[in-house]
Nanobody, 126 residues
């Protein structure tokens, strides 16, 4: 069992930056692919970014490509999401998720992730 705890959300003006963190419990963090998803009010949860267990492969949603960066620090059991040039449409609850499979390429499908955090709110004002 893995527990994930997100932090770093908050209120920011458009054009600003935030860095989200997701701390994972357990000794097997380095073997998990990690992803970030978000859910805005009235909308389905959508994929944002993901990184393979090795860190060698990353994928991004088109809407955040070039603005967001996912990274991981296996020594700290933590995955990060650096968000720059934030837009009001980035407002959502952001969730991190862990995938136990050792895919060489991470997945953008939320159905393939096994563990989820409780989410952290990001609000971008115009």
């Amino acid at each position: 069992q893995v527990q994930l705890v997100e932090s770093g959300g908050g209120l920011v003006q458009a054009g600003g930056s935030l860095r989200l963190s997701c701390a994972a419990s357990g000794r097997t963090f380095s073997s998990y692919a990690m992803g970030w998803f978000r859910q805005a009010p009235g909308k389905e949860r959508e994929f944002v970014a993901a990184m393979s267990w090795s860190g060698g492969s990353t994928i991004y949603a088109d809407s955040v490509k070039g603005r967001f960066t996912i990274s991981r620090d296996n020594a700290k059991n933590t995955v990060y999401l650096q968000m720059n040039s934030l837009k009001p449409e980035d407002t959502a609850v952001y969730y991190c998720a862990a995938d136990r499979s050792r895919r060489n390429v991470p997945s953008s499908s939320r159905n393939l992730y096994d563990y989820w955090g409780q989410g952290t709110q990001v609000t971008v004002s115009s």
